[in-house]
């Protein structure tokens, strides 16, 4: 099993609804840790972190810890071919997935030399109103040129807008579609998309997209997970941070 997918299992292993995150919460830090990457625990529970090397764009990674509820006692992992799903309740792919996504983000363009500072939010409470991203200090998110979620359904989307609220800038959804097409992605679109955090970061005035993430049928019991999106997507955040961060190319 290579790192992403065995990042998923730990994760799919630790409970953890709205309110309830602390062992996400110690998971997260203990793996941003062994990057070397300090973090800190904000009063709504919020996982936070930042790393600079040099000057550069400010980009933030974001996914939330929660769940819409807790697994079911017993559960076990079920796979057919390149999809998962529980033998009971919930898989929990949301927003597990977004959460080892950018763990192996992170991991991949720690010591690429990239020119700017990455900071990172792995939220609480997402589930019932954004209740951590919408309580980060406002100081904190001052500065950021590009919030960046994963918490997505489907295998290929990018979020702009919410109803009739815009995250960002036309281009910026744009960029995201040319940088899928450099890496030989096809079928990244910018589209319409449901609450999430990327609405907090963009009510801050920050540029933000929601990108899948792999899963379909979420809050069910027919929830399911496309293992190779997981890669996908990582692949995709990690070609747009170099990019952005003085590193283009694949």
Known sequence: MNRIRSTLMDLLALPGPSGREGRVARYVTDRLAALGIPTHRDEAGNVLAEFTVGEGPV??????????????PGRTIIRSGDTIRSSAGILGADDRAGIAILLET??????????????????????????????????????????????????????????????????????WEETARGIGQS???????????????????????????????????????YLPSLEDTARLITAGLRRLMGRGGQ
Request: with cysteine; proline share 4%; charged share 25%.
């Open 59 to 72: 980009v933030l990674l974001s996914a939330h810890m929660d769940t819409v509820e807790d697994f079911a």
């Open 106 to 175: 992170l991991h991949r363009v720690r010591f690429f030399g990239l020119r700017g500072t990455i900071k990172t939010a792995f939220t609480c409470a997402e589930e019932i109103g954004r209740v951590g991203s919408r309580h980060i200090d406002p100081a904190w998110l001052e500065g950021i040129d590009m919030a960046v979620v994963a918490d997505r359904r489907n295998r290929r989307d990018i979020v702009t807008s919410c109803r009739r609220t815009s995250f960002c800038p036309p281009e910026t959804g744009l960029f």
């Open 187 to 225: 079928g990244w679109r910018v589209c319409q998309g449901g609450i999430s955090d990327a609405l907090t970061y963009a009510e801050y005035g920050i540029p933000s997209v929601n990108l899948s993430c792999g899963y379909q049928n979420e809050h069910t019991p027919e929830e399911e997970l």
